[in-house]
């Protein structure tokens, strides 16, 4: 897809367009009230904006959108791909991930987010390993931040379609 085809679609179309992009209704909301964009540059600065004003709650529902690590979900566009470390991991590390996913989530209340493209499988363990150890106050603006990592790469990603 363009920028410019992005620019004119209709705001529902533009919706279903931008939600795999981030699962916050709030974020794609704002995104189609702030076209058109003259440029891409400008598309990721304004996801940017909208993602770092928008509140917990709001985080959380895009949070909720992405399978967990390693799990398969056919429903998320570009999962599988972000994932493919997962593909290629060790058994051990397999379980060892979904073991720690049920840790952070049952200490935080939502999925371990990492951006992993590019990311094998153990790189992955030792970030959630490694993000055990916050405090929820932290570790959610860290998830913040890996989400908005995400959210640039599949604005690329689809702009590229």
């Known amino acids: 897809m363009t920028l410019d085809a992005l620019n004119h679609l209709p705001s529902e179309s533009a919706r279903e367009a931008l939600l795999p992009c981030c699962g916050s209704e709030a974020w794609v909301t704002q995104m189609i009230a702030r076209r058109p964009y003259t440029d891409v540059k400008t598309l990721h600065q304004h996801a ?6 928008l ?3 709001d985080w959380l529902e895009a949070f909720s959108q992405h399978p967990k690590i390693g799990e398969r979900n056919d429903k998320a566009k570009w999962s599988a791909a972000e994932q493919a470390g997962m593909a290629r991991a060790h058994a051990d590390t397999v379980e060892s991930m979904f073991r720690r996913n049920r840790e952070y989530e049952e200490k935080f209340g939502w999925i371990f987010i990492v951006c992993a493209t590019g990311k094998s499988a153990s790189e992955m363990l030792a970030m959630l390993e490694n993000r055990l150890g916050n405090n929820a106050s932290d570790e959610i603006r860290i998830a913040a931040e890996e989400q908005s990592k995400i959210t640039h790469l599949r604005l690329t990603k689809l702009l590229a379609e």
């Open 48 to 53: 940017g904006e909208v993602w770092w004003q």
């Open 55 to 57: 509140n917990e709650t």
